[in-house]
């Protein structure tokens, strides 16, 4: 008995070691599989930073102060004194009846989807969005930040338009035209330069509302005139202004407004946020100084209507821009660009140094000098004529204008005494 279990001991290991040895030959004349395809990694979560979130905040306070009260008070003060009421409470009904629009309907057509003309309705009344959504355009901040940001920019562009029909439209009228104004009009267009439409296609530069709310409200207002017609009684009664330190006090206030207009159109606190500042206090005050010694020139002195005016200006000028010019845009040529795209830096400097080439070469002594198109790579650029731009030769030149001005209009504007029998 003890042999025959030797026997079949022996056989099982024998055969253990045979099929180990088939085994080991297997594996080595058949090639191991290949491993599965490694799984792509998640996209990284967007990363929200408090700083820019802050920052956006204290922005879109900023831009709600500049219409109420900044806009109420600077309108305000320019009408009759039977108006000034009726004028503030254009402004501040606006930016209820816009508030509750953009929640509604606007924000969805202006800021989602991808259409080219319209957004799509997926944010109505602002459906989907919690506390941690994130909208692409503005992907450190909170939607919901993003989203009160720009409706205070809808807000102030058709209480902009108010000016226009100041003291000639109905409440109710004005109510009803700027709901559909809003709805046909302003999103529609803050869809094709900002939300992925086709003038940003086409690579339209807008930092700050230059096209949705300047050139939108500017047209909108000057259409509107033209329809109402002229106003009854002007030239015949009094219209002077009721009260001008209202309008003083509303300057000041679109002027400090302004920065979250400009500076917070960067959607985060970084080096364009801060340029933008900058530019936008200098070329606020370079407008406001050029206005009154222009008022000054021609009229014999300046007036706070005139500067104020100047520096609405020069803030409406340099809103488009804000993001892309340094401090110096208007008086240096080619260091003028402030951008991250070295490529549209170096385009715009061969395009500059083209226009010179081409204006030395045409220039036969006279002043006219051969117009070229602007380049399209940037439009920010500002390029002088073949005398060029240096700021001695300028500064030398302006100020021979002005003293020639001057000794030409600086006739007494005094009626002279005739004598009496």
């Not at 009726?86 to 930016?95: D, L, R, V, Y």
């Not at 919690?130 to 409706?151: C, N, R, W, Y």
């Not at 500064?395 to 002005?402: F, Q």
């Amino acid at each position: 008995m003890k042999t025959v279990v030797n026997k079949i001991g022996a056989a099982i290991g024998a055969a253990t070691v045979t099929l180990g040895w088939a085994v080991e030959a297997y594996c080595q004349a058949t090639p191991p599989a290949a491993a599965p395809p490694a799984a792509p990694p998640a996209p990284e979560a967007p990363k929200l930073d408090t700083g820019d979130t802050a920052w956006m905040l204290t922005s879109t306070a900023l831009v709600l102060m500049m219409t109420i009260p900044g806009l109420a008070l600077f309108y305000g003060g320019m009408v009759r004194k039977k108006n000034v009421l009726a004028t503030a409470m254009q402004s501040f009904a606006i930016t209820c009846l816009v508030t509750i629009l953009w929640m509604v309907v606007a924000y969805s057509i202006a800021f989602t989807g991808e259409g080219k003309y319209i957004g799509d309705f997926t944010r109505i009344l602002l459906s989907g969005m919690g506390t941690d959504a994130v909208h692409s355009l503005a992907k450190t901040i909170p939607e919901s930040v993003f989203m009160t940001f720009q409706m205070t920019f809808a807000i102030i562009t058709p209480a902009l338009i108010a000016g226009a029909f100041a003291e000639r439209m109905k409440f109710s009228a004005m109510l009803l035209f700027i709901a559909l104004w809003l709805i046909v009009v302003y999103a529609p267009i803050a869809h094709w330069v900002w939300g992925g439409g086709w003038l940003g296609g086409l690579g339209v530069l807008d930092f700050a509302g230059g096209t949705v709310v300047h050139i939108n409200a500017g047209v909108a207002g000057l259409v509107c005139a033209l329809v109402l017609g002229k106003r009854k009684g002007f030239g015949h009664d009094n219209m002077a202004p009721h009260n001008l330190i209202y309008s003083l006090i509303g300057a000041s206030l679109l002027w400090v407004g302004w920065f979250g207009f400009n500076a917070g159109s960067a959607v985060s606190a970084g080096t364009s946020a801060g340029m933008a500042m900058a530019v936008t206090q200098i070329a606020t005050a370079a407008a406001a100084l050029a206005w009154m010694f222009a008022e000054w020139a021609t009229k014999g002195k300046p007036s706070v209507l005139g500067i104020i005016s100047g520096a609405v200006a020069g803030l409406v000028a340099i809103t488009p821009a804000s993001g892309f010019v340094l401090p110096g845009a208007a008086w240096v040529e080619k260091d003028a660009l402030y951008t991250n795209d070295q490529g549209m830096v170096q385009a715009a400097s061969r395009a500059i140094a083209s226009k010179k080439a081409t204006a030395r070469s045409s220039a036969t002594g006279s002043r006219a000098s051969t117009s070229t198109s602007r380049p399209t790579a940037c439009p920010a650029v500002i390029t002088p004529g073949p005398r060029g731009a240096s700021l001695p030769g300028f500064a030398w030149r302006t100020s021979g204008r002005v003293a020639a001005f001057f000794r030409t209009n600086t006739r007494s504007r005094r009626p002279r005494k005739t004598a009496t029998s």
